[in-house]
């Protein structure tokens, strides 16, 4: 039978799952019960956590762990992801594997704590300083956010890029159905061989650095950092096509937002309109080419972008499609979430 | 089958674990379901207020913006969200604590007083059990076995409280 888990302790639960093996955080609305649940399911498995002093700290751990080797994640929300961005950057420049947890809620500043998707450029375009990027997934249901976390780690491993899962407050805080995967078995992980370990004396010093004061040296790596994202491109993006073969009116949306705008697709269609629903699964690297494809049929007038922000993906949008259809946008911000029913006005008034 | 509930009363009132029940009651029975709780600074005599859609297909918006089944337990909350239910919809009143009628007359209301059932059942926490059992029969989209069954699931490190919650579970699900 199914469990019936909140999105956070979903997410924790997945995490401990794939591997994770040390989670460092600090606690901020609407993501505790990530850490909460952390703080005692780890020590079960002979993990560590740590509740840090603060953000700064945390992912500076996370670093720190992550380049011993170790199944490293932190999670917070908006304001904490800022304070995070320095350590994240350098994490990004050590090339190091990790997990970054971010339920988003409304900003600026210290905002509200009310969902929102106002984190969309920060996560996808780098968030910090220099020329890097995150994987970053936007799961839309608490299954979706367990199949994605229990896969993060050996995704990250891989490319030895952060894996960034950005959320909302409705993710996190509401309960579904979820079927839980089985324990992975790290013994049969394969040794990291760029990882201080501490256990190889005698022999060359391992390095974790993210300093390249050489221009040649540091931009050889840079371009090495690009040829990692190409990479992960072509074998990592994902998107859900939800009947879009004959639609008129495409609506974009992502995360929770999807699911709303899935909902107002099948009233539409209930009403006789052709509408289809497509939603990036990975938020960076956009699914262009799907999206490239889709303006390309004949049968789309239209695409209406819809979000919890006053539009920050309509530009992936904008630029995957080349415009070569209009790109509308129905965003609500600052911890407001549009009902299905709001999106049927809006494409019934301002598309048909 | 889709059944939309908005839960809504006061922190205390097991709001929550009202729209709990009903979304455990809804594995157990193999259907879907999105329990959506309201969050933030609310506490204990606060405002609190949940979400759930039950379906036999995977739900989509865990968001109504049009209850089948509202669920007022105190009187700011059917103020609030009388209005929004679907016509044709119904409206459970807890008539304990709200004197007003309902307005509207496109929908159905059953008004239950449940916080003077909760202790004829013995246990004045199990106001909300009460409703549960009303829900119950007025939406029949579970059984009341599969409820009782939930109930004495999640009481089961609290055995001695079981009595008293099937009772009130009977209290409301007797009403006409």
Same mark, same amino acid.
């Given at each position: 039978?199914?469990?019936?888990?909140?999105?956070?302790?979903?997410?924790?639960?997945?995490?401990?799952?794939?591997?994770?093996?040390?989670?460092?955080?600090?606690? %901020?609305?609407?993501?505790?019960?990530?850490?909460?649940?952390?703080?005692?399911?780890?020590?079960?498995?002979?993990?560590?956590?740590?509740?840090?002093?603060?953000? /700064? @700290?945390?992912?500076?751990?996370?670093?720190? @762990?992550?380049?011993?080797?170790?199944?490293?994640?932190?999670?917070?929300?908006?304001?904490? %992801?800022?304070?995070?961005?320095?350590?994240?950057?350098?994490?990004?420049?050590?090339?190091?594997?990790?997990?970054?947890?971010?339920?988003?809620?409304?900003?600026?500043?210290?905002?509200?704590?009310?969902? @929102?998707?106002?984190?969309?450029?920060?996560?996808?375009?780098?968030?910090?300083?220099?020329?890097?990027?995150?994987?970053?997934?936007?799961?839309?249901?608490?299954?979706?956010?367990?199949?994605?976390?229990?896969?993060?780690?050996? /995704?990250?491993?891989?490319?030895?890029?952060?894996?960034?899962?950005?959320?909302?407050?409705?993710?996190?805080?509401?309960?579904?159905?979820?079927?839980?995967?089985?324990?992975?078995?790290?013994?049969?992980?394969?040794?990291?061989?760029?990882?201080?370990?501490?256990?190889?004396?005698?022999?060359?010093?391992?390095?974790?650095?993210?300093?390249?004061?050489?221009?040649?040296?540091?931009?050889?790596?840079?371009?090495?950092?690009?040829?990692?994202?190409?990479?992960?491109?072509?074998?990592?993006?994902?998107?859900?096509?939800?009947?879009?073969?004959?639609?008129?009116?495409? $609506?974009?949306?992502?995360?929770?937002?999807?699911?709303?705008?899935?909902?107002?697709?099948? $009233?539409?269609?209930?009403?006789?309109?052709? /509408?289809?629903?497509?939603?990036?699964?990975?938020?960076?690297?956009?699914?262009?080419?799907?999206?490239?494809?889709?303006?390309?049929?004949?049968?789309?007038?239209?695409?209406?972008?819809?979000?919890?922000?006053?539009?920050?993906?309509?530009?992936?949008?904008?630029?995957?499609?080349?415009?070569?259809?209009?790109?509308?946008?129905?965003?609500?911000?600052?911890?407001?979430?549009?009902?299905?029913?709001? $999106?049927?006005?809006?494409?019934?008034?301002?598309?048909? | 089958?889709?059944?939309?509930?908005?839960?809504?009363?006061?922190?205390?009132?097991?709001?929550?674990?009202?729209?709990?029940?009903?979304?455990?009651?809804?594995?157990? #029975?193999?259907?879907?379901?999105?329990?959506?709780?309201?969050?933030?600074?609310?506490?204990?005599?606060?405002?609190?207020?949940?979400?759930?859609?039950?379906? #036999?297909?995977?739900?989509?918006?865990?968001?109504?913006?049009?209850?089948?089944?509202?669920?007022?337990?105190?009187?700011?909350?059917?103020?609030?969200?009388?209005?929004?239910?679907?016509?044709?919809?119904?409206?459970?009143?807890?008539?304990?604590?709200?004197?007003?009628?309902?307005?509207?007359?496109?929908?159905?209301?059953?008004?239950?007083?449940?916080?003077?059932?909760?202790?004829?059942?013995?246990?004045?926490?199990?106001?909300?059990?009460?409703?549960?059992?009303?829900?119950?029969?007025?939406?029949?989209?579970?059984?009341?076995?599969?409820?009782?069954?939930?109930?004495?699931?999640?009481?089961?490190?609290?055995?001695?409280?079981?009595?008293?919650?099937?009772?009130?579970?009977?209290?409301?699900?007797?009403?006409?």
């Amino acid at each position: 039978m199914k469990e019936l888990m909140k999105g956070n302790e979903a997410i924790a639960e997945a995490a401990v799952r794939g591997g994770c093996r040390a989670f460092f955080g600090y606690p %901020i609305t609407p993501q505790n019960e990530i850490p909460e649940y952390m703080s005692w399911r780890l020590f079960e498995v002979g993990g560590t956590y740590v509740q840090a002093e603060s953000e /700064v @700290a945390a992912i500076n751990m996370v670093y720190g @762990a992550a380049g011993a080797g170790a199944r490293a994640m932190t999670s917070s929300s908006s304001p904490g %992801i800022s304070l995070k961005q320095e350590g994240i950057s350098y994490i990004c420049g050590a090339r190091l594997p990790c997990v970054i947890v971010n339920m988003v809620r409304g900003g600026p500043g210290l905002g509200g704590i009310q969902p @929102a998707q106002s984190d969309y450029f920060q996560a996808t375009k780098g968030g910090g300083h220099g020329d890097y990027h995150l994987l970053v997934y936007g799961p839309s249901s608490v299954q979706e956010c367990v199949d994605i976390m229990y896969n993060a780690f050996d /995704v990250s491993d891989k490319y030895r890029v952060p894996v960034m899962i950005l959320g909302d407050g409705m993710l996190g805080q509401i309960m579904e159905p979820v079927e839980l995967p089985e324990f992975k078995d790290l013994s049969k992980l394969p040794r990291k061989p760029w990882a201080t370990y501490g256990d190889n004396k005698g022999k060359d010093r391992q390095i974790v650095n993210s300093l390249l004061i050489e221009p040649d040296v540091l931009e050889a790596h840079c371009h090495l950092l690009e040829d990692t994202y190409k990479e992960i491109a072509k074998n990592e993006t994902a998107f859900e096509n939800y009947l879009c073969d004959d639609a008129e009116v495409v $609506i974009t949306a992502y995360g929770t937002v999807a699911r709303i705008a899935k909902s107002a697709v099948n $009233i539409l269609r209930e009403q006789g309109k052709k /509408v289809g629903l497509l939603r990036p699964i990975t938020l960076y690297p956009f699914p262009n080419d799907e999206f490239a494809r889709v303006a390309k049929q004949d049968c789309v007038k239209t695409f209406v972008c819809t979000e919890l922000s006053l539009g920050q993906m309509i530009e992936d949008v904008k630029l995957a499609t080349g415009m070569i259809k209009p790109v509308k946008f129905f965003g609500r911000t600052g911890g407001n979430v549009m009902s299905p029913e709001d $999106i049927v006005e809006y494409v019934n008034k301002e598309v048909y | 089958m889709e059944n939309k509930i908005i839960i809504a009363g006061f922190g205390g009132q097991g709001v929550q674990s009202l729209g709990m029940f009903i979304a455990f009651a809804s594995i157990h #029975d193999g259907k879907e379901v999105t329990f959506l709780p309201s969050y933030g600074p609310e506490m204990r005599g606060g405002t609190s207020n949940c979400s759930v859609v039950v379906s #036999d297909k995977p739900v989509a918006s865990p968001i109504i913006a049009r209850p089948d089944i509202l669920i007022a337990m105190n009187k700011p909350s059917l103020a609030k969200f009388e209005p929004k239910v679907k016509p044709g919809g119904c409206i459970i009143v807890n008539s304990s604590l709200i004197e007003d009628k309902v307005q509207r007359t496109d929908v159905d209301v059953y008004y239950v007083d449940a916080n003077r059932l909760a202790q004829e059942a013995g246990n004045a926490k199990t106001a909300n059990i009460v409703v549960l059992g009303a829900y119950t029969k007025i939406s029949g989209v579970f059984t009341p076995d599969v409820m009782k069954a939930v109930i004495e699931h999640k009481f089961a490190k609290k055995p001695k409280v079981i009595p008293a919650n099937f009772k009130a579970f009977d209290l409301g699900y007797a009403l006409e």
